[in-house]
């Protein structure tokens, strides 16, 4: 008798996979404008054009705290003389590694898995591209075995941590088709503090303001993805994954970029960044509804949105008719972490989860380089033990 294939059977994208534990880990100390301003005022003249921008930018943000390293207060942050690249790998590979270690906990204690449970490992980081990566380091913490499947992601920015939990996706279902249980440990972190001052010292040298001091913030976040054949009856569903897609927006490579100096890393944001976004949402949105048989109004759904800022959460929000409802978590977010780069979509998704009652289908969504779009459908686990 011939062996038959195992095939999951999407039924409106329902295929099986579940993000079963979600951890997030910040740093204690919140930074608000007042702390920025300081700092910028004791290495530049306040009377230059530059600086004046970049205050006033400050000022009108939206964000009332970001979540940081205390490097303010740090000596080697606090010469004349600034940190190099070097400074900020060393910073990464203490505090970023401990950060995420922590988030990974978390997951791992709500999804009722063990570490030594886990197939396969995704990180995802836009502040540090070191080797062995964030992947490794991050593994050997947690005790992972030394037969688990690694991946690396770079290049990603902001769009990280939906890339990342695309790739997880993909993967567990790689491994349905192959009749094996995946349990894929998604990891982001980014340590954007210190990178402030290698960006205050590019606009110094340009004499033009960034918006990068203003906007980012540190973190690390985990989830745990799981196939149907790893969900046994005591792991919990958080959310379902029913779909996913990316795509790139048309002639816009040069608009959100990250570029490495001797310093650290410099992201260039142009002033399309807005409205690219909102003009690259409609397409990936309609082509998951059509092909999930699912509602092709975007109100229909609550928004995990990346809160890359201001104005693009109100772009969006315009070009997709959304109520400030739909899009709670992301203005929460925003307003009391800043932009934590490929950690904010993941913060987002476990804050509309704790905000009470929603909308049963969620849309994911979150912006980067290139500038490209990530972005899937998610459905709430009523039951936590829903299938």
């Not at 309609?286 to 509602?295: I, K, P, V």
Request: charged share 25%.
């Amino acid at each position: 008798m011939e062996s038959q294939t195992f095939v999951p059977q999407p039924v409106h994208g329902r295929i099986g996979l579940a993000i079963t534990g979600i951890g997030m880990e910040w740093p204690d100390h919140l930074m608000d404008a007042d702390e920025l301003q300081g700092y910028i005022e004791k290495f530049y003249d306040m009377d230059e054009k530059w600086v004046q921008k970049m205050v006033k930018l400050n000022r009108h943000s939206m964000i009332e705290t970001r979540p940081v390293l205390d490097l303010i207060n740090d000596p080697v942050w606090n010469r004349q003389t600034p940190p190099d690249i070097k400074d900020g790998d060393r910073i990464f590979r203490h505090h970023g590694v401990e950060l995420s270690y922590r988030a990974c906990q978390k997951a791992l204690e709500e999804s009722c898995i063990s570490v030594d449970q886990l197939t396969h490992i995704v990180a995802v980081t836009a502040t540090n591209t070191g080797c062995p990566g964030l992947d490794h380091l991050v593994a050997e913490k947690l005790g992972m075995s030394s037969t688990a499947e690694r991946i690396l992601l770079g290049g990603a920015g902001c769009a990280g941590g939906m890339a990342a939990i695309r790739v997880a996706a993909d993967t567990a279902l790689s491994s349905s088709f192959r009749e094996k249980p995946a349990r894929l440990l998604v990891i982001a972190c980014e340590l954007s503090s210190p990178q402030i001052r290698a960006e205050l010292e590019a606009s110094s040298a340009e004499q033009k303001s960034r918006i990068g001091p203003i906007l980012f913030s540190d973190g690390a976040a985990a989830v745990v993805v799981c196939n149907s054949l790893a969900l046994r009856p005591e792991i919990p569903r958080v959310f379902l994954l029913d779909d996913w897609t990316t795509a790139i927006a048309p002639q816009s490579s040069e608009d959100v970029t990250v570029n490495v100096d001797g310093l650290g890393f410099v992201v260039e944001l142009s002033k399309r960044v807005p409205d690219l976004a909102a003009g690259s949402v409609s397409q990936p949105f309609q082509r998951l509804s059509s092909f999930n048989g699912a509602s092709k109004d975007p109100k229909d759904y609550d928004w995990a949105l990346h809160p890359g800022g201001y104005s693009i959460i109100r772009e969006v929000q315009a070009a997709l008719d959304l109520s400030d409802n739909s899009l709670r978590a992301s203005f929460d977010v925003y307003k009391t972490k800043g932009n934590t780069a490929s950690v904010s979509v993941i913060a987002v998704m476990d804050r509309l989860r704790r905000m009470g009652p929603g909308k049963e289908n969620v849309v994911a969504c979150a912006f980067g380089p290139g500038m490209r779009v990530e972005m899937a459908f998610l459905r709430r686990a009523q039951d936590p033990r829903a299938q």
